[in-house]
């Protein structure tokens, strides 16, 4: 979460600064987004570990580690 809560204001100060649009999709894309992004998937995984449903949790992760 603390995470999230760090990437939202990054985003936000480039917003409120005025740099043009191209500036703002990349600091949106690449990363805020990518840090916002992963710390929410490996949440998730914890958590279905965590709750038992381990399988999930590997089902999860198989296509990102054949994409990687």
Not at 13 to 35: E, I, K, R, T
């Amino acid at each position: 979460m603390s995470v999230n809560v760090l990437a939202s204001p990054v985003l936000g100060a480039v917003a409120v600064a005025g740099h043009d649009g191209a500036v703002q999709q990349a600091v949106a894309v690449g990363p805020c987004g990518a840090l916002s992004t992963y710390s929410t998937f490996s949440h998730s995984c914890l958590r279905l570990v965590e709750d038992g449903f381990g399988f999930f949790a590997a089902a999860n992760v198989a296509p990102e580690q054949r994409i990687n």
